[in-house]
């Protein structure tokens, strides 16, 4: 008995059938851009994942940003 009461041989006679309609070159096609787009989702989910702070790592991070914000506004005042 095979995956979900399929046989082995139903397997192979659903994958020649996929094969005679498609041709393996659209189906190669068809697997990279698979597999592109669960990279993609893949460094996605990273990205969100780093964008996620800790609420003491946002306390760390404000003190950073207006220091950086003060030059910036001594030059306009000076201007």
Sequence with gaps: MGIGGISMW???ILLLIVVL???TKRL????SDLGAA???FRKGMDD????MLE???L???QPAKSASEEPAKK???SA
Excluded: A, Y
């Design 10 to 12: 139903q397997l192979l």
């Design 21 to 23: 309609v498609f041709g």
């Design 28 to 31: 190669r096609n068809m697997g």
């Design 38 to 40: 669960v990279k993609g």
């Design 48 to 51: 969100v994942k780093e964008e």
């Design 55 to 57: 609420p003491d790592q």
């Design 59 to 61: 306390s760390s991070d």
């Design 75 to 77: 030059k306009e005042s």
